[in-house]
């Protein structure tokens, strides 16, 4: 995919991509490094180039990101005497060991701007200023080694600190947020770059779905170069999907989609990459008068204000309303303008208005799934299935190793797997206290999702809510035999902690005490088990002996009385690839929590029955007015986080294809479908006195479902006729313009549209996309 995004990167008016580097990915085990494939970092970054684009590499190598462990690998955890971004000579000379690797590999290539290549900027660190106060001097004394060894690497362009203020010289600091208009580096010579410009939100187990609008990310960035900004990067341009076990925490769902201009599938998010397209281009109209000219600004009323950058031969004006509610007619250099609230009006010749921030004249493209069209393909999926052997934990207690206490998940399983299995097993004399009675099984666990055996016997399960307390205490009613009790608890992780001061140290798995409480009457007797011998089981017998790998052919797979809603069962199928070259998703609706494989690639983590919480979503319709947070404007509330997910076209085959799934809560397959991504329809609603531009990209538009020019009301989808109405027939001028065609472009006039008697006209339409008829 990655050239067809950067091309559209490209397009949609980027100068540079920016990507992070993911140690874990690239360093599985210490000193065993891998570059192959997707990791083929190099040949990324020579993608990039061979688009004419530059590229800002940010080794890190802690990224954060939502990425699981924030990109550390679990192994420099378990190493000796090590601490975490401070001053630590294990922590130090791994990450120099990595740094350098990077760096030379890339100078090897001579892909630095000093080389003749096209990276223009390294980062070292990331965000250390927002966590460094718990680390003391020793964070002090880290920072500043972070810049001399990244100095001492001698690239030849800068490396930046991203939110790290007054940071050492010679790094250069720069800011992340939703708005870093009023930012100001400490140093006045250190150029004002923003690395991060959060262009929605992502996603969590249990969370809704982040929408940042258009009219708000452009108001960030226009008002950015309105004060003084030199260099804005997208978080995320295109975020993607979290293959794997990729996803961070804990809690970070599967896709990264992050409402970014390019969707998770890659398709252009509409409005946004338009609207942000024509922002980009009218400010590389301007960038001479904006690096070289002198700065002016002037208020004009109380919530405007022009800010002129004037050279010897050219004035270029940006006219901002910061107001959240109020429009301002103002008069400036003897024009009026209209600028509404929470807008940005950008004049490059400081007379005609090229851009507003809040006037979008992209179009809305409502993106449709449709189902799988392929040959011979039958309407539902025919299933095999195989449970999964938990006898040997569950029932006979083997594992690989025993020890004394209870460990953390990440010290015991150093992150080869979600799963692990705690088994200890508890003798009971024939006059104990506890026959006969009912005790309770009480474990204390860090996360993420624990369920219980007694000698075979399923007792139950629980999981950390929303992934934020995840903290919690499972407590089942259990009964005792006489002779030995076997305790069998298997843990899941889902996402190891990504963020915030020594996240590295957050617990995961089971921790003290693991307890047998007995109430009798008033007495409360407590058995503490943390210190019994306890066995550990790393992973799942079906992971370890790739259930997922359809080349596997030996395994029986059972193909009738398909279970349903019975945890820890594999289900495999077999389907044609959708026809065509549109992106393709998997519908797992219906099914409780996994993973899901096909040809043996790992889509990620699945878990539909997580329903987004219905108190995230207020009933406010969203207003681009504002600041923006990841509160705001949240929508699918009461819905599943995730319902579909991402099978790039690259993990199909011709002719059958496999797919398997992991189920650990329970589920039914039944519902589950491959789909399509398209467009499904497309509008426009602008003001009248621009070209605009409708296009179904490579398909036709099939009809014009709905087209006014006065006063229409309503959004995409729900568009109205308003009271003041054109007096000629929009909708037939439409469909001789545009039905038939890929794409149409015309100027909102009355001349075209006919007279209408309104103060202030739009258009709007509302067009469908088909595909050919052949
Ligand atoms: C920043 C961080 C990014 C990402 C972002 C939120 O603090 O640098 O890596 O995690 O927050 O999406």
Redesign the pocket.
């Known amino acids: 995919m990655w050239p067809d995004l950067i091309r559209k990167a490209k397009e949609g008016g980027l100068d540079a991509v920016e990507t ?1 580097v993911f140690w874990n990915a690239h360093e599985p085990v210490r000193r065993q490094y891998d570059f192959s494939g997707n990791l083929d970092l190099i040949r990324f970054l020579k993608t990039i180039q061979d688009e004419g684009l530059y590229a800002i590499l940010r080794i890190g190598p802690y ?4 990425w699981n462990y924030g990109g550390f690998p679990m192994w420099l955890h378990n190493m000796p005497g090590v601490a975490f971004r401070t001053k630590n000579d294990v922590f130090m000379n791994e990450m120099k060991n990595f740094t350098s690797l990077i760096v030379d590999m890339v100078k090897a290539e001579k892909l630095f701007a000093s080389q003749g290549g096209h990276i223009i900027l390294a980062q070292i660190e ?2 250390y200023g ?1 966590v460094m106060k718990p680390y003391g001097e020793d964070g002090k004394s880290y920072i500043n080694w972070c810049a001399q060894m990244a100095d001492s690497l001698d690239i030849g362009v800068p490396w930046i600190m ?2 790290q203020a007054g940071a050492p010289k010679p790094m250069l600091e720069t800011c ?1 947020g939703w708005y870093c208009d009023q930012y100001k580096p400490k140093d006045p010579d250190t150029p004002k770059m923003w690395t ?1 410009n ?1 262009t929605g ?2 996603k969590s187990w249990g969370g809704a779905d982040p929408l940042r609008t258009a009219e708000d990310l452009a108001f960030s960035v226009a008002r950015f170069f309105q004060k003084g900004g030199t260099l804005q990067n997208y ?1 995320m341009y295109h975020g993607g999907t979290n293959f794997g076990r990729t996803s961070g925490g804990p809690y970070m769902t599967t896709s990264y989609d ?1 409402n970014a201009p390019l969707d998770e599938y890659g398709n252009l998010n509409q409005p946004k990459w338009g609207h942000l397209k024509h922002l980009h281009d009218v400010l590389h109209s301007i960038e001479y008068t904006l690096t070289h000219g002198d700065v002016h600004t002037q208020k004009l009323d109380n919530s405007v204000t022009a800010t002129v950058y004037q050279t010897n031969d050219k004035s270029s004006c940006f006219l901002s309303n910061s107001n959240t509610t109020t429009d301002v007619n103002v008069n400036f250099g003897g024009i009026d303008y209209f600028v509404p609230a929470w807008s940005i009006s950008i004049l490059p010749d400081c007379r005609e208005e090229a851009y507003n921030t809040a006037k979008v004249y992209a179009q809305t493209s409502m993106m449709i799934k449709k189902s799988n069209k392929a040959e011979d393909e039958p309407d539902s999926l025919k299933w095999t299935w195989r449970p999964e052997l938990i006898e040997s934990a569950s029932v006979q207690g083997k594992g690989d190793v025993s020890v004394n206490r209870i460990v953390d998940q990440k010290d015991m399983a150093n992150d080869a797997s979600d799963y692990l299995w705690y088994m200890t097993s508890v003798e009971l004399a024939r006059d104990d206290l506890t026959l006969n009675e009912t005790v309770t099984l009480r474990v204390t666990d860090t996360g993420h999702v624990l369920h219980g055996f007694i000698h075979g016997k399923y007792i139950g399960s629980r999981w950390a809510k929303y992934g934020n307390n995840v903290t919690y205490v499972f407590e089942k009613n259990i009964n005792l035999s006489p002779g030995r009790n076997l305790i069998s608890l298997l843990s899941a992780t889902v996402g190891f902690k ?2 915030e001061a020594k996240f590295d140290l957050v617990g995961a798995g089971i921790t003290s005490p693991v307890e047998l409480v007995l109430k009798k009457g008033d007495e409360t007797i407590i058995k503490d088990l943390s210190s019994n011998k306890w066995t550990y089981k790393i992973g799942l017998d079906g992971i370890s002996n790739k259930f997922f790998d359809p080349s596997k052919s030996s395994l029986k797979w059972i193909s009738d009385q398909i279970p349903i809603n019975k945890n820890f069962t594999w289900y495999k199928t077999t389907f044609k690839a959708p026809l065509g070259n549109k992106p393709v998703v998997v519908d797992l609706l219906g099914l409780g929590k996994g993973m899901a494989w096909v040809n043996g690639h790992s889509l990620g983590r699945y878990w539909p029955s997580y329903i987004a919480n219905k108190q995230l979503c207020k009933t406010k319709a969203c207003d681009y007015r504002g600041r923006y947070s990841d509160k705001k404007c949240l929508s699918k509330c009461g819905e599943p986080t995730q319902r579909w997910y991402h099978v790039p076209r690259s993990f199909f085959e011709d002719g059958d294809n496999t797919l398997v799934l992991f189920e650990e809560f329970g589920g039914n397959p039944s519902y589950v479908q491959f789909q399509t991504v398209e467009i499904g329809s497309i509008c426009i609603n602008a003001y009248e006195g621009k070209r605009v531009e409708l296009s179904c990209h490579n398909r036709p538009i099939s009809k014009i479902e709905f087209a006014s020019f006065g006063h229409p009301q309503g959004v995409c989808g729900s568009f109205e006729k308003g009271e003041c109405e054109s007096d000629v027939d929009v909708v037939s001028i439409l469909e001789k313009e545009c039905v038939g065609k890929e794409s149409c472009s015309f100027e909102i006039s009355q001349d075209k549209f006919g007279k209408a008697y309104c103060e202030v006209r739009r258009l709007t339409v509302e067009a469908v996309c088909e595909d050919f008829i052949f």
Do not use: I, R
Request: aromatic share 36%; with cysteine; glycine share 0%.
């Open positions: 992070y990224a954060c990101a939502e990331n965000e927002n991203c939110q992340n991060e959060w939100w992502f978080y992050y990504n963020y």
